[in-house]
C-alpha cells in the first residue's frame, strides 16, 4: 500500500509539472487591420520563432523545450537547491494598446523558453526583445512586410523576407551571429530603396547573396574585418574616410547598410 501511495504522488507530481509547463496559446484576429504596425514587447529569456502564414490572426503558443538536457557525463542535481519563486503566468495574456496606426503588446512572462509567433505574411511588424539564455534565438521566416526589430539575442536567423527590415542589436551577449538568407531582393530592385538596415555591437554578420543580385552595400566592421567568397568581377570596391566600404555588386542598385563594431562581415555565395 505504501508503494502504491508513493507511486500515485509521483504520478501527481509529475502531472503537476506537465500542467505548469503548459501555456495557454494566444489568439488575437488582424483582419481588417492589415495596414496597422503590429509591435510586440518580449520581457522573458527565450528563443523566438516569428512565421509569416496566408492567414488573418496573430497565434503565440509556447513551450518549455529541454531537450539541450545536462552534459554529457554528468547528473542535473538543481532540484536539491531551494527553489526561488518566479512571479510566471499560466498564459501571454499581453497588454493591448490599440491606435490608428499601430497594436501594441506586451506579453506576460510565462515558464516557456521557447515562444511562436505566427501571424500573416503581410504584417508591418515591429519586435523589441532581449533572452541571456546562450543557446536562444529569433529567427524570422516568410515575413513580406516593414520589419522594425531590436533584439539582444546570441542568434539571428533571417530567412525568406522582402523587406525593408532593420535590426539593431546593441546588448552584451559575447558571441553574437546574424544569418541572413533567401531575401526576395525584386522588391526593392526596380527604385535602389534602402532594403537591409543592420546594426550590431559584436554580432558576426553573415550575408547570402543571390547569383546576378545588382545591389550596392555599405559596410562597416569598426574592430574587425570584411569578408567574400563572390567573384571579384562582380564586385566594385570603394573606400570612405570613415572606414566604410561602399560594394557595388553588377553595378549597384537596391542599397544594404551593415555595421558592426566588434564583429565580421561575410558576404557569401547564397546556395
Known sequence: MKSLNITILLVCACFGTLLADAVKPFHFSLKGKEQKLLKIIILQDASVHI???????????????TSTG???????????????HKSTSADFAPRIIE??????????????????????????????????????MLSLTGLYGELMISADVP???????????????????LKKVININHVRWNKASHDNSSLLFIASLNADVNLCVPPGLKASLNLKATHNRVYSDLPSHQLNYESSKNGDLAVKLNGGGTQVFITTEYGNILLKKEL
Open 155 to 173: 542568434s539571428v536567423f533571417i530567412n525568406n523576407i522582402s523587406g525593408p527590415l532593420s535590426l539593431t542589436s546593441a546588448g552584451i551577449n
Open 70 to 84: 545536462p552534459i554529457n557525463g554528468y547528473h542535473d542535481i538543481s532540484a536539491l537547491a531551494a527553489q526561488i
Open 51 to 65: 512565421n509569416g502564414y496566408d492567414g488573418s490572426e496573430l497565434l503565440i503558443t509556447g513551450k518549455n523545450d
Open 99 to 136: 491606435n490608428n496606426g499601430m497594436i501594441e503588446m506586451i506579453l506576460q512572462t510565462t515558464d516557456a523558453n521557447d515562444i511562436t509567433i505566427q501571424l500573416p505574411k503581410r504584417t508591418h511588424f515591429s519586435l523589441q526583445f532581449v533572452s541571456h539564455l546562450p543557446k536562444s
